[in-house]
């Protein structure tokens, strides 16, 4: 018996508005996506904002609460943080720093004062000479200085300190420095491995330092500080001292 052949059955057209309608779909899912990857992008970028105005905060409160405090105690040595010089004759806020480690010194809390700070183009004297001599007029012996005069900001200026006391043996010192640079003074000697407080020679400081300190110390504690020293050299220098 021959059998019927069966026709194929022809190709069915697509339907015109079915085709616009996938691609309408497919466009409306595209942008879908882009409005989902946008939602969590912002949120992420929102998430990162939080954390790092939360942790500027943190870090001010800490820059604000350290420049309060007295961490004087019975140690070694006294390393006094260099600042500006007038021709050797101490700026306000050096002398304030040396008055406040001569004092450390009379009252038996150290044994050794260490004045440090190199000296800015044009000077004729370091600011560590300048210290040095200061101290020697108010009778302090020559047996009980050291000085470092190749330091150009607190980084330079306290690993510099830190060698010069370890060659002799000594091994704990009490920073002194203004207030709103305490917390930074001790993460540095921290990082350098020296064993130390910081006693400030006038605590708090004003707004301007307090919130410039708190970038730096940010900053410091993500990158490290010895990457910080151009803006030891800005924070320290630029606070102009009364005559």
Excluded: C
């Excluded at 021959?2 to 015109?16: F, Y």
């Excluded at 905060?57 to 604000?64: D, K, L, R």
């Excluded at 630029?238 to 005559?243: A, D, F, K, P, Y």
Aim: net charge positive.
């Amino acid at each position: 018996m021959i059998g019927l052949a069966r026709s194929k059955p022809a190709p069915r057209k697509p339907e015109p508005g079915r085709g616009r309608a996938r691609r309408a779909a497919q466009s409306v899912g595209s942008l879908r996506d882009k409005k989902t990857r946008r939602r969590l992008y912002l949120r992420l970028a929102g998430l990162a904002m939080v954390f790092f105005v939360g942790y500027l905060g943190i870090t001010f409160v800490q820059v604000w609460w350290t420049s309060r405090q007295d961490g004087a105690r019975q140690a070694d040595a006294a390393v006094v943080l260099g600042a500006a010089q007038y021709d050797g004759r101490p700026s306000a806020v050096l002398e304030d720093r040396l008055e406040h480690a001569l004092d450390l010194y009379e009252r038996g809390v150290v044994k050794v004062i260490v004045v440090t700070g190199g000296k800015q183009e044009g000077d004729r004297f370091t600011e560590a000479f300048t210290g040095y001599t200061w101290l020697r007029e108010h009778d302090v012996p020559e047996s009980a200085l050291l000085t470092e005069v190749q330091g150009h900001n607190s980084w330079e200026s306290i690993a510099a300190a830190a060698r010069i006391l370890r060659a002799r043996g000594l091994t704990d010192a009490v920073m002194v420095t203004d207030g709103y640079h305490a917390l930074r003074v001790d993460a540095i000697a921290d990082e350098l491995g020296l064993d130390s407080s910081v006693s400030p020679s006038r605590r708090g400081g004003s707004m301007k330092e307090l919130v410039k300190e708190t970038g730096a110390v940010a900053i410091g504690r993500i990158v490290g500080f010895r990457r910080l020293v151009n803006v030891d050299d800005q924070i320290d220098r630029r606070i102009v001292s009364q005559e």
